[in-house]
């Protein structure tokens, strides 16, 4: 009975000792699977993540090829019109408005009365120093006579010469009053303003009117330090009004002294107005060429701004990486706008610039081509 008891328990023992193997081969089994299968999978992982970076999508841009041409720079000054005279009409005596022989937007020649004052008694002053005068040279004429009989003095001659001449000024001097009764224009030109009407009474130096000289016509402007050696009277220049007139003409001006406040130069392009259609204050834009330079013609659309605010454009290089370029604009036109600063043989983006950045690879697709 012993015997069996004791057989019992040692098949017991040799039971869980049998699990226990089996349990720890089991783990063990289990911690290498996950290794291998772990590797295997984090393997598979990196190829599916090598393959994705190799199919990544290239952007697409179209792009076009441009060259440059041979173009006038123009240095560009914003101004305005500006008669070539301008006078206001005063009055040189006083007196009452009985008279007024233009209105405003009158055409006048030099001479033309504009303004008339009442006489008063001014002719009356008139016709009596006209007789002094015949008084005065009676006196000196009998003086003369009386010293050639020797019974005048010279001192006494003399004398009497010089009340004559006194009258004779003082009878022009009347005259000149007289004259100055009309007020008319310094030159031809338009009645630009006329402040007063008859009955008014005028002090001296009150205007009658305001005369403008519009032909030739001024278009003025300020220039910068930086361009204004450049700049030659009588070079040719052109004026677009905005308006949308364009007018022709040369510098006649470029001042020697810079303004104080913005240390700016004036400049004057003389320009024909024989119609009188260009008015004196309209806005305007100078274009004065000074050299020839290498340029392309561009639509403004695809000029862009780069993180320092830089205007450009982003062009393509011989390996579709993208570049961007500073670019300087000469001028405007109904075609484009005129810029340098680019190799003279670009392949510019013209489509999807926005969406590329410099250094990027992308997939050009060209202007004109029957696969886009």
């Known amino acids: 009975m012993n015997n069996v008891i004791k057989g019992i328990t040692n098949w017991r023992i040799n039971s869980s000792i049998i699990v226990a193997g089996v349990v720890l081969l089991v783990a063990i089994a289990w911690v290498f699977s996950g290794q291998i299968f772990g590797n295997r999978a984090n393997s598979a992982d990196e190829s599916i993540a090598d393959a994705g970076a190799e199919t990544a999508v290239i952007p697409s841009v179209r792009v076009k090829a441009i060259v440059a041409e041979q173009r006038q720079a123009d240095v560009v000054v914003r101004g305005r019109t500006e008669a070539i005279r301008k006078v206001d009409v005063r009055a040189r005596t006083i007196g009452p408005v009985i008279a007024v022989h233009a209105e405003k937007g009158d055409f006048v020649k030099e001479g033309d009365v504009i303004c008339e004052l009442k006489i008063d008694a001014r002719e009356a002053e008139m016709e009596k120093a006209n007789a002094l005068?015949?008084?005065?040279?009676?006196?000196?004429?009998?003086?003369?006579?009386?010293?050639?009989?020797?019974?005048?003095?010279?001192?006494?001659?003399?004398?009497?010469?010089?009340?004559?001449e006194t009258a004779k000024a003082e009878a022009l001097a009347m005259e000149i009053e007289l004259e100055n009764l009309k007020m008319t224009a310094p030159f031809d030109g338009i009645v630009d303003a006329r402040p007063i009407e008859i009955g008014d009474l005028m002090a001296v130096n009150n205007i009658c009117a305001t005369v403008v000289d519009l032909d030739p016509m001024l278009v003025v402007g300020q220039v910068s330090e930086n361009v204004v050696n450049s700049l030659r009277i009588?070079?040719?220049?052109?004026?677009?009004?905005?308006?949308?007139?364009?007018?022709?003409?040369?510098?006649r001006f470029v001042s020697s002294s810079a303004d104080e406040a913005t240390r700016t130069f004036r400049v004057e392009l003389e320009v024909p107005n024989t119609d009188g259609s260009v008015r004196d204050g309209i806005t305007s834009e100078i274009y004065v060429p000074v050299k020839s330079v290498k340029a392309h013609l561009v639509s403004p659309a695809i000029l862009v701004f780069n993180a320092q605010g830089v205007v450009g454009i982003r062009h393509i290089d011989d390996n579709n990486v993208v570049k961007f370029q500073e670019v300087e604009i000469l001028s405007d036109s109904p075609e484009g706008a005129w810029i340098t600063g680019l190799p003279e043989k670009a392949t510019i983006i013209t489509v999807g610039q926005e969406f590329v950045s410099e250094g990027q690879k992308v997939k050009p697709t060209f202007e004109g081509d029957t696969a886009s």
Do not use: M, P
């Not at 015949?134 to 010089?162: C, F, H, I, P, W």
């Not at 009588?234 to 007018?247: D, K, V, Y």
């Open 133 to 164: 005068v015949r008084q005065r040279e009676l006196e000196y004429n009998g003086s003369k006579k009386l010293k050639a009989k020797g019974v005048r003095s010279e001192t006494q001659v003399a004398a009497d010469k010089a009340a004559f």
């Open 234 to 251: 009588g070079a040719e220049g052109r004026a677009n009004l905005i308006t949308g007139e364009e007018l022709v003409g040369r510098i």
